[in-house]
């Protein structure tokens, strides 16, 4: 009974640090993010009127310079922002936009295969967002150096579309800028089926003088993510710099974090599920910065810089750069990796602590859902699949159960025998374990070896977008959320929405009734303390887990009736009695009242 009590408090354990993120970590501090994208934006408002009469710092074109002391960026409609520049339209089987032509920026894209909700008819994700709107977010490669007779391209230069002006997986597009000293900047711009854009610039310096010039690219992003992650999971600055992962969270009053004289790797922004990054060309040296700038526009910033030495007289050099803008998705994310040879890119998805359980769990129940066709059902088999793992284990830890209960007439035995001399009956059970070949602690290695399967998963449904607005079967039409049902509006009958608290939702509570008859299987603990501990803990249980994911829920009920199943066979087998049925009668036998 010692170890059965071991096994479940473990499991308690395990839920209540998961329990203690939801609710006490990751629900504060999405809504203190939400309070600051509103404070941001009110101190945006605030800024721009205050910065009302102020001169506009403008670049070499006469636009205003993001970012700069001073700079009043007049905040527009989105489709107004998208009329007032010359635009290269986007368009491929997962991608609509186009690219601003005015600093040949990738700032409108939009997401085709993603939705913002659920809804088939709800607006389609929006990735990238002119620089004039208050959800600025894009992607500018440049360059700065020259000298006073070369003005090199940069976020203001309006570039010229040389012949084709639709940018699709079949055809490229190319972009020129011939400055009048002699200096012509040749930009070929192509785009895959899924989030990959390749840049190829060159430059022909035709002057009689060596130039100066730094290839550069940034990201931008003046928002942080509305509802943000949470602990569980990163957003920010990521990347891998000379095979080292680097993560910088979102922070309003953080230093610059600089990064010096890489000479290998690639950067970008992510949140959840979406991500900007950049991969500079193979063999070059470059700086690279994560800042919040508060001057004029407030804004994130990632960027880098080559380490080149420019152009001698006469040279023509290329320089290839590779942007991602897009879905987290696994697979394309593991190609562009092997593709395109970019170190660890997989760690663009925050995989975790546990990823060598994660990253394999996922492949499986991607490989499950290719067979099946619903994530809900690949959730299911890898259930199967982890139990069939441990079932060794397993039988060894319910043989040595049922071997417990036929010991306990000897061990009754040895506490009347003993009575308070504690070490002599601890002795005479040892020895007692030791002639009947039980292992009292063979309970606890399951529990210790499916804590982490436990976290994997909740994180592989959590993280992965594959698993965003996966539908199951009826009302589950989400994975990664909630069960949107509960039973204290009778299940959607009463036309009335409880708080947050009361979400008890069909897939909770037949979780709670499987936890329940699991916990029955066994005999109810004589100490009065423990055994309302285990009345109560389904129903506590029952409640902690109505917030996780619908996916997490789902596959913890079918994980405590395989159980249940296991344990039974394993016990008849061994000859042990299964207490199921005695137990279920116990609780609705009245009890005798104490003289």
């Known amino acids: 009974m010692e170890k059965n009590r071991n096994y479940y408090l473990a499991i308690v354990l395990s839920v209540l640090i998961v329990f203690v993120w939801q609710f006490f970590y990751m629900g504060p501090k999405m809504d203190a993010q939400q309070k600051i994208e509103q404070a941001q934006q009110a101190e945006l408002a605030k800024q721009q009127k205050a910065n009302k009469d102020k001169p506009v710092v403008v670049d070499a074109s006469g636009q205003p310079v993001p970012g700069a002391e001073g700079t009043n960026i007049a905040v527009i409609d989105r489709q107004q922002a998208l009329q007032q520049a010359d635009r290269v339209v986007i368009d491929t089987p997962a991608l609509s936009g186009s690219i601003n032509l005015t600093g040949a920026r990738f700032d409108d894209l939009q997401l085709k295969k993603y939705r913002e909700t659920i809804d088939k008819d709800s607006p389609i994700i929006t990735l990238l967002n002119p620089g004039n709107t208050k959800d600025g977010y894009f992607v500018e490669l440049g360059f700065t150096g020259g000298n006073q007779d070369v003005a090199v391209p940069g976020m203001a230069t309006k570039w010229t579309v040389d012949g084709n002006n639709k940018l699709t997986p079949e055809t490229p597009v190319t972009l020129t800028h011939t400055d009048p000293s002699g200096v012509t900047f040749t930009r070929e711009i192509k785009v895959d089926q899924d989030y990959m854009f390749t840049v190829t610039d060159t430059v022909k310096n035709g002057t009689a003088a060596d130039l100066p010039l730094t290839p550069y690219g940034r990201i931008v992003r003046y928002t942080i993510p509305a509802v943000a992650a949470g602990y569980v999971l990163h957003e920010g600055y990521v990347g891998v710099l000379d095979g080292v992962l680097q993560e910088t969270t979102f922070a309003k009053d953080s230093e610059p974090v600089k990064h010096p004289g890489i000479k290998d790797g690639w950067f970008g922004i992510t949140d959840k599920y979406w991500a900007a990054a950049i991969v500079p060309s193979k063999g070059v040296t470059f700086d690279t910065d994560f800042s919040h700038l508060t001057k004029g526009q407030p804004l994130f910033q990632a960027d880098y810089r080559e380490l080149t030495g420019g152009l001698k007289a006469g040279e023509t050099k290329s320089y290839t750069t590779h942007v991602f803008a897009g879905a987290?998705?696994?697979?394309?994310?593991?190609?562009?990796?092997?593709?395109?040879?970019?170190?660890?890119?997989?760690?663009?998805?925050?995989?975790?602590?546990?990823?060598?359980?994660?990253?394999?769990?996922?492949?499986?129940?991607?490989?499950?859902?290719?067979?099946?066709?619903?994530?809900?059902?690949?959730?299911?088999?890898?259930?199967?699949?982890?139990?069939?793992?441990?079932?060794?284990?397993?039988?060894?830890?319910?043989?040595?159960?049922?071997?417990?209960?036929?010991?306990?007439?000897?061990?009754?035995?040895?506490?009347?025998?003993?009575?308070?001399?504690?070490?002599?009956?601890?002795?005479?059970?040892?020895?007692?374990?030791?002639?009947?070949?039980?292992?009292?602690?063979?309970?606890?290695?399951?529990?210790?070896?499916?804590?982490?399967?436990?976290?994997?998963?909740?994180?592989?449904?959590?993280?992965?977008?594959?698993?965003?607005?996966?539908?199951?079967?009826?009302?589950?039409?989400d994975l990664s959320a909630p069960d949107p049902t509960t039973i204290f509006n009778l299940f959607g009958l009463i036309p009335w929405t409880p708080p947050h608290a009361l979400m008890l939702g069909v897939w909770p509570i037949i979780m709670g009734i499987t936890m329940f008859v699991q916990m029955r299987m066994n005999p109810t603990p004589p100490d009065p303390t423990q055994a309302m501990i285990f009345t109560w803990m389904p129903l506590v249980f029952t409640f902690m887990l109505a917030a996780f994911p619908a996916g997490l829920v789902i596959y913890w009920a079918w994980n405590n009736t395989l159980s249940v199943i296991q344990q039974g066979i394993i016990m008849k087998r061994n000859g042990a009695k299964i207490e199921l049925f005695d137990n279920l009668k116990g609780l609705f036998r009245r009890k005798p009242s104490s003289a």
């Open 328 to 477: 987290k998705e696994v697979p394309v994310v593991d190609r562009y990796q092997d593709e395109y040879q970019i170190t660890d890119f997989y760690k663009l998805i925050d995989w975790g602590w546990f990823k060598v359980i994660t990253r394999p769990m996922f492949k499986l129940m991607d490989w499950l859902y290719k067979y099946f066709g619903n994530f809900g059902l690949a959730i299911l088999g890898t259930t199967v699949i982890v139990k069939l793992l441990f079932f060794p284990i397993a039988n060894r830890q319910y043989a040595s159960m049922a071997k417990m209960k036929t010991l306990q007439p000897k061990m009754e035995e040895l506490k009347t025998k003993f009575g308070d001399d504690k070490m002599g009956l601890q002795t005479a059970m040892m020895q007692l374990y030791k002639e009947e070949k039980v292992n009292p602690l063979a309970g606890c290695w399951p529990v210790l070896l499916q804590i982490p399967v436990f976290f994997a998963l909740y994180k592989v449904i959590y993280i992965t977008i594959e698993m965003r607005h996966a539908p199951f079967y009826g009302w589950i039409q």
